[in-house]
């Protein structure tokens, strides 16, 4: 083992080299500028998912009673087929409090920001 600890050479730091801790590095900011940049980061984060659950999300699927209702109708061509979404976010606990089962299933994929056009006034149903 001495043997190997021979072969490697100690270098001694020359006086001109800063000591531990003195080298140029960036000074840290203050305290209370970073908790108000992880605030700001925060808040920013929080209204970006909330708008775009507000863009993009919607109501959860209706039901298999009201789905087999709406079939039976479009069968029978008296409501027009309706076309689903490529992209939609279910927000759970969001659904369709409606027991015609037309209204359930044209609504199942209208987005939130869509509702809020009849209901953002604090319309019934809602």
Partial sequence: MDSDNESFEVIEPSEDAPAVGEADEEPRAPLWRRVLFGAFVTVAVIFFAGATLYRFGS????????KAAYAELEANGQVPHVTKRQFHIPIPGCVCHSNDPVLAVQHADRRISECMQCHGGGAPGM
């Avoid at 109501?59 to 009201?66: G, I, V």
């Fill in 59 to 66: 109501m959860w699927p209706p039901s298999a009673e009201a």
